[in-house]
């Protein structure tokens, strides 16, 4: 701290040393800020300067505008930073000064916030906003909304379930929402994010029309929430997938090979043939090997292992407009304690009726030449149980490690490794 002539005369003769005005100013203090040489040679300060030296040879303004490009470049050479914002206080000075003052450090260049447009600090962050945001960037949430980074450079705010008694500490507020929306896009296209996007449940339902003039649109709703997005590229394409392009079906082709006969279902609606295979849609997080054995275990009670893939068909324009993968898989039945496999027992309230029928009988039947009768995609698969060797000829299951950090192995379905190969 600078408390005398002596002192000032000193610090000025050192070099890349200058003189600046702060806050406690208003005791008569200097401050002595190191700057950097290309700074100092940048902004062209000479060490015989003499117009720094006191507040009698320079204008009071010329040392904040002074003092706010030292510091944002001085902040650049400390951090690297490509884009970051900042605020200082400085000293009010009557009504012509303000208390603060906004800029954004933007490709090396100072460029002036509108408020909307500034990101603006806070000094704690709500804990619903990303550890992993920006290095240098917090956020006022009294003008923006809060949210959270998302996948693919994007940003997601989550509407909770239930409004503040208080409308001054809801942060999600009817009568703010949209203006602190409108405040929250413009930081997001600040920040070069793709998209937004807005989770927000049915109870809080009337923000959606607040979003929606904002040019939000509905991607998908699930439960008791909905999700909207809006693409921020006006000059890109929407890359924003749609959402739940498939659907996931297993069908299983069990057979007893002791009595060489095939497990088939009639189901009590929508028979297109007379018998077919057990199997059903996998549910969300589970995999095949155990959505096919849950399938024939509900609808007909037969207990199976799992042994391969046969085959996949892909099918579009099915429920909801979606497109279908149907896995053919090749289950083993499982032998109870007497020896045997057990009789099926069709499933209450789906299936009419569960019977091991003749392999021969259900051959004929797919290779009908009736279209009534005949079934093409099965006709291939009994071709691919025909040839022999579950582990010679269908497509394998092997579970192998992420590359993903945190992320659990994943089965891959694979053509049959002969020993031998590397």
Request: proline share 6%; aromatic share 8%.
């Given at each position: 701290?600078i408390t ?17 005005y702060?806050k ?5 203090r ?6 950097a040489?290309?700074a ?14 006191s507040t ?10 002074f ?12 951090y ?25 450090v933007?490709?090396?260049q100072?460029?002036?916030f509108t408020t909307?447009?500034?990101?603006l600090?806070?000094s704690?962050?709500?804990n619903?906003?990303?550890?992993k ?9 009294e003008?923006i909304?809060?949210f959270e980074?998302?996948?693919h450079?994007?940003?997601k705010?989550?509407?909770?379930q ?7 500490k809801?942060?999600?507020?009817n009568?703010t ?5 409108e405040?929250?896009?413009a930081?997001a296209?600040?920040l070069h ?7 927000v ?8 029309e ?13 439960g ?7 693409w ?5 394409e929407?890359?924003?997938p749609?959402?739940?392009t498939?659907?996931v079906?297993?069908?299983?082709v ?5 009595t ?6 009639r ?5 297109y ?7 059903g849609?996998?549910?969300l997080g ?8 849950r399938e ?17 068909r892909?099918?579009?324009?099915l429920?909801?407009?979606r ?6 898989c ?11 496999v ?9 299936i009419?009726a569960a ?23 099965m ?11 579950w ?10 490690s ?13 053509a ?7």
């Amino acid at each position: 701290m600078i408390t005398s002539d002596d002192e000032l005369r000193a610090c000025d003769e050192r070099p890349g040393c200058i003189v600046r005005y702060r806050k406690d100013i208003v005791q008569s203090r200097l401050v002595a800020t190191p700057v950097a040489p290309w700074a100092e040679s940048m902004l062209g300060i000479a060490k015989n300067q003499s117009c720094i030296k006191s507040t009698q040879r320079f204008p009071f303004f010329m040392f904040t505008a002074f003092m706010i490009l030292s510091w944002g470049l001085r902040t650049i050479l400390c951090y690297g930073q490509r884009t970051a914002a900042f605020r200082h206080p400085i000293a009010r000075f009557g009504s012509g000064y303000p208390h603060r003052f906004r800029i954004k450090v933007h490709h090396r260049q100072l460029v002036p916030f509108t408020t909307k447009q500034s990101l603006l600090f806070s000094s704690i962050a709500p804990n619903h906003v990303s550890e992993k945001k920006e290095v240098g960037h917090e956020y006022d949430f009294e003008r923006i909304l809060p949210f959270e980074k998302h996948p693919h450079n994007s940003i997601k705010i989550t509407v909770p379930q239930n409004e503040q008694a208080d409308p001054n500490k809801d942060l999600f507020d009817n009568n703010t929402f949209r203006s602190k929306l409108e405040a929250t896009l413009a930081t997001a296209q600040q920040l070069h994010k793709t998209a937004i996007w807005i989770t927000v449940p049915i109870t809080r339902a009337s923000l959606m029309e607040h979003a929606h003039k904002c040019g939000f649109t509905f991607h998908h709703a699930e439960g008791n929430m909905a999700t909207l997005s809006k693409w921020l590229l006006e000059n890109e394409e929407n890359r924003i997938p749609a959402f739940a392009t498939h659907q996931v079906g297993v069908g299983a082709v069990v057979i007893n090979p002791e009595t060489n006969e095939i497990l088939c279902v009639r189901e009590k609606r929508n028979n297109y043939r007379p018998w077919k295979i057990p199997g059903g849609l996998t549910e969300l997080g589970e995999d095949l090997d155990i959505a096919v054995i849950r399938e024939v275990y509900e609808e007909t009670g037969i207990q199976c292992r799992f042994l391969s893939v046969l085959g996949v068909r892909h099918t579009h324009g099915l429920q909801f407009g979606r497109s279908d993968l149907y896995f053919v898989c090749r289950l083993k039945p499982i032998i109870d304690e007497n020896g045997e496999v057990a009789q099926p027992v069709p499933q209450e309230g789906e299936i009419e009726a569960a019977a091991w029928i003749p392999l021969d009988e259900y051959r004929t039947m797919v290779n009908s030449a009736d279209d009534k009768v005949g079934h093409p995609m099965m006709r291939h698969i009994m071709k691919i149980v025909d040839q022999g060797d579950w582990d010679k000829f269908d497509i394998q299951r092997t579970v192998v490690s992420s590359v993903v950090p945190g992320r659990k192995g994943s089965p891959v379905y694979h053509a049959a490794i002969h020993s031998g190969s590397n």
